[in-house]
């Protein structure tokens, strides 16, 4: 007890408040009582699991409030019977357009695959040819024009 004195006198100086508290915590024995360990841990069991929740539906919320781009106006229209081969591209930032395009060309320019990779979908999705120009909210980049595409 008496090194543990002299350390406290030696840090704090004599006549400090801090060093009454240490000796008062030093002499003043602990009970244990089981209830309040039960409580504390199911307490802490508790704020655990909430944090646990709300770190799992947390990246959905942000998700959702976060506002997605999209296309300002689009235009879709039949295209010419008599132009062949579907071309899609980027005119210009923000924009997109698509020349003679199925929608299996558009599924497949969407989602970055190639044409075969792409299967099933009614008779016209193969068939059918259209004409389409878009134009974003923005300047988006290429891959945020593809996502665009997916959604619409």
Do not use: N
């Not at 543990?4 to 009970?31: C, H, P, Q, W």
């Not at 506002?67 to 062949?84: C, G, M, N, Q, Y």
């Amino acid at each position: 007890m008496r090194t543990k004195e002299l350390l406290a006198l030696g840090v704090f100086g004599r006549g400090s408040r801090l060093v009454d508290r240490i000796e008062m915590l030093l002499e003043r024995g602990r009970t244990f009582s089981p209830r309040a360990s039960v409580s504390r841990v199911t307490a802490s069991v508790v704020a655990l699991l909430g944090c646990m929740i709300a770190g799992a539906f947390l990246p959905r919320l942000i998700a959702f409030a976060q506002a997605r781009p999209s296309f300002e106006v689009a235009t879709i229209k039949p295209s010419d019977p008599l132009h062949a081969g579907a071309q899609m591209f980027s005119p210009g930032p923000g924009r997109f357009a698509a020349m003679t395009a199925t929608p299996k060309d558009l599924v497949a320019w969407a989602y970055g695959v190639r044409r075969f990779q792409v299967s099933g979908g009614a008779g016209w999705f193969d068939s059918d040819h259209y004409d389409i120009s878009a134009k974003a909210d923005g300047a988006p980049d290429f891959s945020t024009l593809r996502s665009m595409t997916r959604r619409s």
